[in-house]
Nanobody
Framework: VQLQASGGGSVQDGDSLRLSCAAS????????MAWFRQAPGKEREFVAA????????FHADSVKGRFTISRENAKNTVYLQMNRSKPEDTAVYFC??????????????????WGQGTQVTVSS
């Protein structure tokens, strides 16, 4: 499956932004999806994940209550709604996919397919 992330940009502290990740070349409903981010000089970190049926959603503590992951299987797309953004949210955001859900779903090596990343910059 190929993943294409979009929707990044530059916003002000407290603004909202919605990232999208469009999948192609596979059966989207067969994949568990996630968002990760990587800030300059830092390791890639988990942001959120949603299993293939969308029944559960998982968010990192750092974004809980501000960000929401969702998916639309009919559109082969996963979203990350970012509300009340903060300067520390500045990073390149990556979407990722796997067809085998793992208990270590918050680690990057649990995902087999990655998008190219989209830059999000939050200014104070």
């Amino acid at each position: 499956v190929q993943l294409q992330a979009s929707g990044g940009g530059s916003v002000q502290d407290g603004d909202s932004l919605r990232l999208s990740c469009a999948a192609s070349g596979g059966t989207f409903s067969a994949y568990d999806m996630a968002w990760f981010r990587q800030a300059p000089g830092k390791e890639r970190e988990f942001v959120a994940a949603v299993p293939r049926n969308g029944a559960s959603k998982f968010h990192a503590d750092s974004v809980k209550g501000r960000f929401t992951i969702s998916r639309e299987n009919a559109k082969n797309t996963v979203y990350l709604q970012m509300n009340r953004s903060k300067p520390e949210d500045t990073a390149v955001y990556f979407c990722a996919a796997t067809n085998i859900w793992k208990t270590a779903f918050m680690t990057s090596h649990s995902y087999d397919y990655w998008g190219q990343g989209t830059q999000v910059t939050v200014s104070s």
